[in-house]
């Protein structure tokens, strides 16, 4: 097969990587020029586009079989609602309009914040449960970038939580410490939430499972098998194990409040392969 991938940040190209290993042939995008050279080693073509550059999206799209949108929002240009409003539509939504039009199988790597936080009820949240929280656009434009993909029969969703473990992500303490240093002790995530998140690596094996598989429709990725302690739970840890206060919860960004479900994905023979990292900090603090 042939393959575009979407975006060539640290999930792109893990996954050109294993796809090139498995046979297949992969044309990659970057925004920056400057990471043509380097790219170049992950993947048989490097197209240098924006996703919102529908004709320059088809053009490198040209004899794919599928097209795998693995883009994301930058951080540093999603500290406010206005911020995040016009970055994640861009990024978001317009990425996947024009993956769709480009092609009509297409793989979008998506988010559990299309669930806010998963609305009421104690049953275990699954892709059936409505999404909510579309004011917010962290959840709104992941929303409507599903359902431009999701226009196609062929198309697919999978929905990830928090991602960790890629060369230069920065691991939970040091996020507890760069809460502390620029949002003055401040985070804009929910307390009670169960803090889910999933290994990068992990990510990669679910996309290659759901393009081997030929899966269609939206599936949650996570680890089925365990419910992980809170937000509070994991930040209170970290704070307490580095000597800080306490943060704050604002709870602008709402995150599923009880279980999520990933029985959809399993019965296809999909497994999460990395245990939650931030689970034996919790328990540590818990005992002392």
Do not use: W
């Not at 365990?226 to 000597?243: H, M, R, W």
């Amino acid at each position: 097969m042939k393959i575009l991938i979407l975006g060539l940040g640290n999930i792109g190209q893990a996954l050109a990587r294993k796809l090139r290993d498995d046979g297949h042939t992969v044309v990659g995008t970057t925004t920056t020029l400057e990471k043509v050279d380097a790219l170049a080693a992950h993947v048989d073509e490097v197209a240098v586009l924006f996703g919102h550059e529908a004709d320059k999206v088809k053009s490198a799209a040209a004899g794919c079989d599928a097209i795998v949108v693995t883009v994301a929002p930058d951080a540093k240009k999603s500290r406010t609602v206005e911020e995040r409003d016009s970055h994640y539509r861009q990024v978001l939504l317009s990425s996947c309009e024009s993956a769709a039009a480009a092609c009509d199988r297409v793989i979008f790597a998506s988010s559990f914040s299309v669930y806010g936080d998963g609305g009421p009820g104690s049953t275990s949240i699954t892709e059936e449960t409505p999404c909510s929280n579309s004011e917010e656009p962290s959840s709104k434009y992941y929303q409507m970038a599903e359902q431009a993909v999701l226009a196609s029969r062929t198309g697919c969703v999978l929905r990830y939580p928090d991602m960790y473990g890629a060369p230069g992500d920065m691991s939970y303490p040091d996020r507890v410490r760069l809460a502390h240093q620029y949002m003055a002790g401040k985070t804009i995530f929910g307390a009670d939430a169960p803090l889910y998140c999933i290994n990068y690596l992990d990510v990669v094996t679910s996309l290659v499972h759901a393009i081997d598989r030929n899966l269609t429709g939206v599936f949650n990725v996570c680890d089925n098998d365990n419910l992980p302690y809170t937000n509070k739970q994991v930040f209170d840890a970290i704070c307490s194990a580095e000597g800080l206060e306490p943060l704050e919860f604002l709870n602008q960004i709402k995150a599923p409040n009880r279980r999520i479900s990933a029985e959809r994905i399993y019965a296809t023979g999909y497994r999460v392969a990395h245990p939650d990292p931030n689970a034996a900090m919790v328990i540590a603090q818990l005992d002392v």
